[in-house]
């Protein structure tokens, strides 16, 4: 079975702190996501990356950064963490092959910033 | 712009009966789209995938539709379970990055 982990299940963080979240897979997918899950705004999008030391954009990149250094491991940092990124952050892995769209969850990290 | 619906209010239903939830979707012609199912705290759980020229799919008591001319996919669980409660996610691919695009979720409670 496809395994996604997170470093912390919670997270609580001073307004101004530089925060890192990490996330690793052990599927050896080549895609892997992350984003952030909101009361009523469901799941958006914060950045993606096909490969390593690839990343792109999503739909609310702003105030966050990603690096991938390594195949297995995708980092979200909050360069500059700010109280309206306390949220729940999850990250997913995807194969890029055809036909295998799914995508794998983790856990997630339930942040708070004061 | 792009924008997926789901019904926002929760869905109550006896054991044993079939929950039906709906996701819309307009401006767009997604290629597929994912339902997901998640538990409170965790993250979300891949159930079905169906694509544009499929018109339904199912899996053991699950079942998903998808109408491309009403914009519009189904999904079904028939002789719903207490187990089964939780909340589900309607995910079309699209959007200015071709991924999926999350909708905001029903939860559905079936009580026993």
């Known amino acids: 079975d496809v395994k996604v982990t997170q470093s912390s299940r919670y997270l609580v963080k001073r307004t101004g702190e530089k925060v890192f979240l990490e996330c690793v897979q052990d599927?050896?997918?080549?895609?892997m996501f992350w984003y952030r899950q909101d009361p009523g705004l469901g799941l958006r999008l914060i950045y993606f990356?096909?490969?390593?030391?690839?990343?792109e954009k999503g739909d609310i990149p702003e105030g966050y950064s990603v690096s991938r250094e390594k195949k297995e491991r995708f980092s979200l940092i909050l360069e500059s963490a700010s109280t309206n990124q306390t949220s729940m952050y999850l990250c997913?892995?995807?194969?890029?092959?055809?036909?295998?769209?799914?995508?794998?969850f983790g856990p997630g990290t339930r942040l708070l910033v004061l | 712009s792009q924008k997926i619906e789901q019904n926002s209010e929760a869905l109550n239903i006896q054991e044993g009966k079939t929950a039906t939830l709906t996701c819309n979707y307009t401006?767009?012609?997604?290629?597929?789209l994912q339902w997901y199912r998640q538990d409170p705290g965790r993250g979300p759980v891949f159930l079905l995938l169906?694509?544009?020229?499929?018109k339904e799919k199912r899996k053991e008591r699950l079942k998903v539709t998808f109408d491309t001319t009403l914009k519009q996919s189904l999904f079904h669980i028939t002789a719903s379970q207490p187990a089964d409660s939780a909340t589900y996610l309607c995910?079309?691919?699209?959007?200015?990055?071709?991924?999926?695009?999350f909708g905001t979720g029903t939860l559905l409670a079936v009580q026993p």
């Open positions: 997913a892995s995807s194969s890029a092959q055809e036909g295998e769209e799914t995508q794998y």
């Open positions: 401006n767009y012609s997604p290629a597929y």
């Open positions: 599927m050896d997918h080549e895609n």
């Open positions: 169906i694509r544009e020229n499929e």
């Open positions: 995910a079309p691919i699209g959007g200015a990055t071709n991924k999926l695009i």
């Open positions: 990356s096909y490969d390593v030391k690839m990343k």
